[in-house]
């Protein structure tokens, strides 16, 4: 009797593995037959397609739009002769385009549907569906009325993508009553300075002006545009974005934490047109400020930073990776690139050696909730505070890392080498003196690829601390070939059975 209890306890067939049933959770819904074609504007699409005479189209969907995908492509390949691919799995966040995967496909065009950061592009033209979601305008519009009694208020109105759709509507709504509203415009052209938005949402690369997503003067001295984040707007006055109030259509989600940490004077409302329900928005942006102030004095005191490769689409991630590491080299920290697709805290916590990541990734993306991670994760702006003297933290905040280079908007220049050259600080986190720039004795030394470095013209020698030092000490350095080390061996018989009960081991 024992030895049948043993069997029915320890072992298994495995047939209550295979006959388990699970639960399959729907992350969206099939659009219907009659509103595919208005939802997911399929007669702008084919006139993308023709009027550009593309061959072979990439066709990039959301987990929750994959619903629809078999659809739209068995409408569009009856209207249009292009060879049509669908990009189901992004490499990283589905609002970016994917220009990578598409280019494994040899596609000549992409056509990006539902939520967008609008991040520019560089290598492929792009087309942004973003889907129109249904709103009660006229409940929208009675909420803007609560929220703003004081019909002398100004107000910003800014929505996500999906709702861009009916902001004219709106407009018409409340304009006669509000005579300093100020609505944006959604813009797919990059080339804010001098071209209006288009209508197709075009992304090429002459398209793309670099650094052109600031302020720009208009040539009447009292109107001030906007751009910001693939958004347009005219300040008719000459009040500053600060003075103004944020009224924002759209539920809860990153591109809403974008705005807030950016235009953080402003005051926030927000309208769900899911919930049909306004409110004043109560999140604490100072706290949340002091939060990336904290990751700022982190950043300052690390020695090793991993630079985190979140974006191979957004144009001019490639600059800001160089500009990183020449900031990071002159602040005498390392630098150690990574490119490991999306985040997670298993990924990163096999480099112990690391006491600091920076992420760079679309403004939507670049604020990762590191809290759960072995060591924090920053923005390039938090790193560009830590490392250069010259900037200084005054609560203004940048997510876009293309406004902080040689051109932007928000670019610091480096202090020169005269400049405060032996200050040092004190850490507000370890209590501990900190060097502000790279050592002379390591200037001297940067050539050198050994981890000794000499200090003085004494005998007196001190490792540095580099992640080569500390993978050297380690008793276990991951998988290695061992090219010629190991013995051949001829193959041999491998066990039957599952692992808890092979059947060379019997049941006894």
Known sequence: SWSIMTTTMFSDDGSKAIERSTDVFQTGS????????????????CNFIKKHAFKRVALQFPDELLFDASAIISILERNTSAKLFVLGDTSYGSCCVDEVAAEHLDADSIIHYGRACLSP??????MYVFGQKSIDLHQCAASFRVLYPDK???VIILCDVIYSHALEDLQ????PEYENLVVSAVCCSRNEATETCRVDGLHNESDVDVQKSCNHASDEPSLQVINKFG???????????????????????????????????CSFCTFDPVKGVGRQEAVNINKALMKRYYMIERAKDAQVVGILVGTLGVADYLSTIDHLKWIIKQSGKKSYTFVMGKLNVAKLANFLEVDIYVLIACPENSLLDSSEFYRPVITPYEMEVACNQARKWTGEYVTDFRELLPGGCCHVQLPDENFKSDETDVSLITGCLRATQLQKSEEQNKASNTALIPRNDALTITQSHS???????????????NLGETPVSKAVQGRKGIAIAYEEEGTG
Do not use: C, K
């Open 30 to 45: 099939r659009t219907t037959a009659s509103e595919i074609n208005e939802v997911h504007e399929i007669a702008r699409t």
């Open 121 to 126: 592009t560089r290598r492929l033209p792009v």
């Open 152 to 154: 002398f208020t100004h």
């Open 172 to 175: 018409q709504l409340l304009q």
């Open 231 to 265: 958004r347009r707007f005219t300040l008719h006055d000459a009040r500053s974005v600060d003075d103004y109030n944020m009224f924002y259509i759209g539920q809860e989600s990153l591109t809403l934490t974008n705005f807030m940490m950016t235009w953080n004077r």
């Open 467 to 481: 992640a080569a030092s500390f993978l050297a000490t380690r008793s276990w350095r991951g998988l290695e070939q």
